[in-house]
């Protein structure tokens, strides 16, 4: 599923980011590359982060 899609960022992207040390939207898409836009993402974003940081306990 794409979260962000200024930067057409996937939820496995991110859940990849988070599984390399990501714990913010911001250090998450440093590592996938990108930037923020529009910033309508955000929620989102931190959603997938908290998801994946469940998967990973
Ligand atoms: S949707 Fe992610 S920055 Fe716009």
Known sequence: ???C???T???QAIK???RQGAVTP???Y???G???CCGKCGKCVQKVIAE???ETV
């Open 1 to 3: 599923m794409i979260i």
């Open 52 to 54: 994946a940081q469940e």
């Open 16 to 18: 990849a980011a988070v």
């Open 30 to 32: 440093k590592k996938i």
């Open 9 to 11: 960022v996937s939820d």
């Open 5 to 7: 899609h200024c930067n």
């Open 34 to 36: 990108v930037k923020f």
């Open 26 to 28: 911001g250090q998450a």
